[in-house]
């Protein structure tokens, strides 16, 4: 029977040494100091789970404290400790610390998780434990229910890619903020409030900016739309509430506000008192 280094196994108590016990399974011994013996008086035939890791000299050590993961088990793991010449530290519930090297993390420090900062990892055995960033396929968190659109919901910042961000919920949600969507500086494991707008077979998106922006993102879409269609009308700033409610059904100032972002991105012109769609 072999033994499985970053998991829980199934062990024999060997023998009682000065500082510990020797554990067996098969034909592998492995040792079990005293602080992680959980204070238990064990003697030899005794059967115990010990989790397999490496301590912090690289000798192969067990432990009967329970981890948070393993390698058949990802999870979420908080930040215990920030290195940048090695990378992110991680409080797995044992003494041993996982560490997310450098070379998986972003070269902007600025994304860089802090302490008390929350990720979805993986565990992986290169020779020692390692922490790896896990991707929608690796998370198996399966959510009770659906999330219900334009609620808001807490989750943490999984991945920042150059078309927007990740967010996953606790429950195994996954929504995807677009970068239009995000308005200040994120960070990886940040913990973000996202209002769920929209559900695709590709799944969720949702968006980080206020609510006032995303209105506003929504109203200059449903006028783009319009101008799409018809090129040109004869509404303008200038135009009664009444002319705009009849068309758009949106306030004046709602409505204004939406043809300057238009204007700014450049989407429409002003001639002759209409509004037209510049033609790319």
């Given at each position: ?77 908080k930040v215990s400790d920030v290195k940048e010449d090695l990378g992110v530290f991680f409080d797995m519930g044992i003494a ?55 609620s808001s919901v807490k989750g943490f910042i999984q991945r920042i890619g150059q078309e ?117």
């Amino acid at each position: 029977m072999a033994i499985y280094i970053g998991d829980v196994n199934h062990m024999v108590v060997n023998r009682k040494t000065d500082i510990g016990y020797m554990l067996d399974k098969g034909l592998d011994q492995v040792f079990l100091h005293n602080n992680e013996s959980l204070h238990q008086e064990l003697k030899a035939g005794d059967e115990v789970d010990a989790f397999l890791y490496f301590d912090n000299k690289g000798r192969l050590a067990a432990t009967l404290k329970k981890p948070y993961i393993t390698v058949t088990k990802p999870g979420f793991l908080k930040v215990s400790d920030v290195k940048e010449d090695l990378g992110v530290f991680f409080d797995m519930g044992i003494a041993k610390e996982l560490l997310l090297s450098y070379e998986d993390l972003p070269n902007n420090r600025d994304q860089w998780p802090k302490v008390g900062d929350t990720l979805y990892l993986y565990l992986k055995v290169k020779g020692k434990l390692v922490a790896k960033l896990a991707s929608k396929q690796d998370v198996l968190l399966k959510p009770e229910k659906e999330l219900a659109l334009k609620s808001s919901v807490k989750g943490f910042i999984q991945r920042i890619g150059q078309e927007g961000a990740n967010v996953l919920t606790e429950d195994g949600h996954f929504i995807f903020v677009h970068k239009s969507m995000i308005k200040e500086s994120i960070r990886y494991g940040e913990e973000v409030e996202v209002k769920v707008t929209y559900l695709s077979e590709k799944g969720y998106t949702g968006s980080l900016a206020e609510q006032k922006e995303v209105q506003l993102f929504e109203d200059a879409n449903m006028i783009l739309s319009y101008l799409i269609r018809v090129e040109e009308m004869p509404l303008t700033s200038d135009s009664t509430p009444e002319e705009i409610d009849d068309v758009f059904k949106l306030s004046k100032k709602a409505f204004k506000r939406a043809l300057g972002h238009l204007y700014k991105e450049r989407k429409i012109i002003f001639e002759d008192g209409k509004t037209r769609l510049v033609k790319k």
